[in-house]
């Protein structure tokens, strides 16, 4: 079974500065995707950015970017220019490969991320 | 698009009711899944199903029933509602785009349920 480790609950920062969420997984696959969702207050479910395994390079969106270390099973969201919109719960997942009855996130337990004016 | 429509949003239940969560998507997706959101827990996924038909059990499934008639709908059933089952749950859908492409999953914006 796969699992997926944040091991800080909660980071604050100042506005406009850079912050990395560190995430670390254990599988025994090679193949397989992972996702940074992030959770506002407003409780919905919004992805920022994926990687898939297979590819070398690492994901990025505007001020979003990952740090995959597939060796080290690492795989860490920095995120650049922070705003106060980025103010959030902030969840590391782990999804095998498409296939009959694998379509299953498996989460970390977040962390809660507060931008400082 | 509606994309994925969860109803109700709130919802307060005594010890021994039952009751049904509704879970909808309008983009024809094949698979569809049930979360529970606890603090300090992250999501915890509860079942799926892979398609019309198809439903499987996933990490804690004691208390939850589901079933699959439509593409469409995928409703999650509490039996006997216990303090326990005090949480928030997502629904969550997602096509199959390639044998090594995959769409994330879409989520609901969830129910808060409170069993008293």
């Known amino acids: 079974a796969q699992t997926v480790t944040q091991s800080q609950p909660e980071m604050s920062v100042q506005e406009a500065e850079t912050v990395t969420l560190s995430c670390t997984y254990d599988?025994?696959?090679?193949?397989?995707?992972l996702f940074w969702y992030k959770q506002p207050p407003s409780r919905q479910m919004i992805l920022v950015i994926r990687?898939?395994?297979?590819?070398?390079q690492n994901a990025t969106e505007n001020r979003f970017s990952v740090n995959f270390q597939k060796a080290a099973k690492s795989f860490s969201l920095k995120i650049s220019d922070s705003q106060l919109g980025d103010t959030a719960m902030y969840f590391c997942a782990f999804m095998k490969p498409v296939g009959f009855g694998n379509e299953k996130l498996t989460f970390g337990t977040g962390t809660r991320l507060t931008i400082i004016p | 698009n509606a994309g994925v429509t969860q109803t109700p949003k709130f919802q307060v239940l005594k010890t021994g009711q039952s009751m049904t969560l509704q879970c909808a998507q309008d983009?024809?997706?094949?698979?569809m899944s049930w979360y529970r959101q606890d603090p300090g827990m992250g999501l915890r996924l509860i079942h799926y199903s892979v398609g019309a038909g198809i439903t499987d059990q996933g990490e804690v499934p004691n208390g939850y029933n589901v079933s699959r008639s439509t593409t469409e709908d995928f409703p999650l059933r509490l039996l006997s509602a216990a303090p326990s089952q005090t949480s928030v749950y997502f629904c969550?859908?997602?096509?199959?785009?390639?044998?090594?492409?995959?769409?994330?999953?879409?989520f609901g914006d969830g129910t808060r349920l409170s069993i008293l």
């Open positions: 969550a859908s997602s096509a199959r785009t390639g044998e090594y492409s995959n769409q994330p999953q879409h």
């Open positions: 990687q898939e395994a297979y590819k070398q």
């Open positions: 599988t025994s696959e090679n193949n397989y995707y």
């Open positions: 983009m024809n997706h094949e698979y």
